[in-house]
């Protein structure tokens, strides 16, 4: 490629001297002047080619989310991978290739049809259509190696021509009824089990086949449904007959299990009756004299709670004739003790009125300051009679005269008789 390019600059400028040199001997004047006009026009040609290239495919491009972009020099052969981020694009120089990194998806169209342009044959010949999803991606341990390798169209040239291949020659190896019903699950193992084989060849990895709807000839599919339908009333009278001999069989069981609980229970409860009795009986020789010994032990305790209450009966009149008898000494000592007191008391205001008889016989004058003493809150002027020479109080005792002097014992037996 190089060598090209300097063979067609060579060719170029040996042209331009040529019409330079022709130009020079036709017209001095005016070669002058275009060679001097010359070198701006190519220097501004130039400039606008490189400025164009530069718009129209730019020297920087981006990696696309989910692509890995696979650079490889025209020159040399070396390739460089980049999975995200910018990478320097020389036009003419380099040659950039996208591979998906994530799953995609491929669904054949012209398989999914009975009646469309590619229908699948089964063993029987009968067209019928498979709607099928298969989900691919590149091997990206293989990428600068499958950029030299794969096409662009990958599903139209790689996986395509490789489905149908697999698709028709499993699909004749079946009948409809398989297809359609019966064993569409190994169909799909085996379908993707050689295709995962021959697509790794091309550095393509399957994930996945799903098998979904299988399209039938409209008569076809009528006799297919009305066979299913026979198909499954036999499978259900069969069943069913099954589910009512197991019921027969059941109710037998049961039946047998009841009669073997039943006689089962008979016998355990004459058993039971049997252990109870002699049970009884042989609790009767314990509890017959623990009867007599309860007997025995109540009237013992009836004697002795005769016992304790006579002697509580005994003890309550001992306490009682106790406390009369103490009852019967406190009063006479109460007794006593009130007329020593009066005794006493008697002594005393003899005592004490024989002091003040004796007393007022000294001084008379006491008495009418006593008696003034005990008027004084009622009357304030006491007027007594001049030259009376008696009492201050006879006029207000109703004019009587006073006594003549008494004897010292006369005056004490008159107050002691007083105070009585």
Do not use: C
């Not at 393509?204 to 009333?233: N, T």
């Amino acid at each position: 490629m190089l060598h090209r390019l300097k063979t067609l600059a060579a060719s170029l400028r040996h042209a331009l001297r040529r019409s330079a040199s022709r130009g020079l001997e036709a017209a001095p004047t005016a070669a002058r002047s275009v060679r001097r006009a010359l070198p701006p026009l190519l220097a501004v040609t130039a400039v606008t080619a490189l400025g164009y290239a530069v718009v129209t495919h730019p020297p920087v491009q981006a990696v696309p989310h989910g692509l890995a972009a696979l650079r490889t020099n025209q020159f040399s052969g070396g390739t460089s991978e980049f999975r995200s981020g910018s990478f320097v694009r020389i036009p003419g120089l380099h040659e950039v290739r996208f591979f998906p990194l994530r799953d995609q998806s491929y669904h054949p169209a012209s398989l999914a049809k009975a009646e469309g342009a590619t229908p699948l044959q089964s063993v029987e010949g009968l067209s019928l259509g498979l709607d099928m999803t298969v989900r691919w991606t590149v091997d990206a341990t293989r990428l600068p190696e499958l950029a030299r390798k794969l096409p662009d169209d990958i599903e139209g040239d790689v996986i395509a021509p490789a489905v149908q291949a697999v698709v028709y020659k499993q699909i004749a190896r079946h009948t409809v009824r398989e297809i359609f019903s019966s064993q569409r699950a190994e169909i799909a193992t085996a379908l993707e089990a050689e295709l995962r084989v021959k697509l790794a060849g091309d550095g393509v990895v399957l994930r996945s086949i799903q098998i979904g709807s299988v399209d039938l000839p409209a008569d076809y599919r009528r006799g297919m449904d009305r066979l299913l339908a026979d198909s499954l009333a036999s499978e259900r009278m069969r069943y069913t007959l099954e589910i009512s001999e197991k019921q027969v069989k059941q109710s037998e069981f049961t039946a047998q299990a009841d009669k073997v609980r039943r006689e089962t229970a008979a016998e355990a409860a004459g058993r039971e009756q049997i252990i109870a009795a002699r049970a009884q009986e042989e609790a009767m020789k314990h509890v017959l004299p623990f009867k007599q010994k309860q007997i025995e032990q109540r009237a013992l305790e009836a004697q002795a709670d005769s016992a304790a209450r006579i002697q509580q009966a005994e003890g309550a009149a001992k306490a009682r004739r106790i406390e009369v008898d103490a009852e019967a000494a406190a009063r006479q000592k109460l007794a006593e003790a009130e007329a020593y007191r009066v005794a006493q008391v008697g002594r005393a205001n003899a005592a004490q009125m024989a002091a003040e008889g004796e007393l007022l016989t000294r001084h008379p004058l006491l008495v009418q300051k006593a008696m003034a003493d005990k008027l004084s809150d009622k009357v304030q002027v006491i007027i007594a009679p001049p030259g009376s020479g008696g009492f201050i109080g006879n006029a207000l005792l109703a004019g009587t005269t006073p006594a003549a002097k008494a004897t010292p014992a006369a005056a004490l037996e008159g107050g002691a008789s007083e105070k009585e």
